[in-house]
C-alpha cells in the first residue's frame, strides 16, 4: 500500500510539474522581455537583434528592449545572461561561437556548458579582411608580398571577433609576417576605424559599415577568413580555398540560463524560426550582406560546441608567433 501511495505521489509531482510548465509557456511572456546585446552598438549583432526584438514584439504581445552589454568578445554580456534567473526574460543575442570561445583567447576560466542553454541560431557571418584603395596592395597576394618586405608596419584591426582575428594570426604564421593587431568593441567601431585610416587592414562580418562601404567601392576587400562565401563578393577566396588550415567560425543565435522551463525555450525557439521566415526580416538582412538562416536549439548547440572545442588546435598552431 505504501508503494502504490508512494508511487501515486511521484505520479502526481511529475505532472504537476509538467502542467506548471506547460502554464509557464502558455503564460510568456507576462512582462516585457530584454535581450542582451553583449557587443557594442553599431555592430551586425546590435543592428540583428533590434530587427528581431521588433518582430519578437509583434509576435509576443510583449515589449522586446535591447541592452548592449560590451567588452570581453562577449563574455561580460554572456555572464550577465547567466546570472539572470532562468525563466526566458533575458535573452543573449549574438555569435556565441565567439563568446564561448574567448576564454580560450584571454586564458580565463571557461564556461561550463551545463550553465548554458541554446534555443535557436539565426545567421552564420563571414568575416573579411578589409584595406582602404590608397594602399600599394590591392589584393590578397599582393598584400601578403608588401607584408613580408615590410614587417612590423602593418597594422591589422578586429571588429570585436577574436576568432576571426586569431584567423588572421594564423595567416601570419603561415607566411611568417610580423604585424600590429588591435582589437576593437564591435564591427560598427572597426568599421569607422578602418574608413578612418587609423588601422591599415581590419577585419569585420558581412553587414557592417565596412562591408558596405567595399561594396560602393570605398574599401577593398582582400580575402575571406570564413569558408562558406561573401554575399556580393561571391568570388573573393576564403582562406580555405586558399590552403590555410583554419577559418573564422561566426554563428549568430539566442542563448539562455540553463535551467529555462523547456516550454519557455521552445517558445522562443518558434517564434524565432516564424521571424526568419519572415520576409521583411530576409530583405532587410540580404540587403545588409547578412545570410539568414534558421537552425534550431539542438542544432546551434551542436555548431557552438563544436566550433569552440576546435579552438585550443587554432591557439596551439598559433604559438609560432610568440
Known sequence: MKKVCFFLLVVTVIFGSLSGF?????????????????????????VSARLLAEKFKAELKQPVLVVNKPGANGTIGLKYVLAQPADGYTVAIGPMTDALANPYFQKTESFNFDDISFAAGYMPQQRVLFTTPDKPYKTFA????????????????????????EIVKSIAVKQKLKLKYVMFKSGGEASTAILGKHVDICETGTGTPAYQAAREGKLNLIVNLGADTVPYFEKTKSVKELGYPYAAIVYYGFTLRAGTPEPIRKKIEVTLGKVMKDPEVIEKMSQMGLTPRFVNGKAYDKIVKEAVNSVPALLKYNQALQ
Open 22 to 46: 506547460l502554464w509557464a509557456a502558455d503564460k510568456y511572456p507576462e512582462k516585457p522581455i530584454t535581450f542582451v546585446v553583449p557587443w557594442g552598438a553599431g555592430g551586425m549583432t546590435d
Open 142 to 165: 599582393e598584400f601578403l608580398d608588401y607584408a613580408k618586405k615590410n614587417p612590423d608596419t602593418i597594422s591589422a584591426g578586429s571588429g570585436g571577433s577574436q576568432w576571426a582575428l
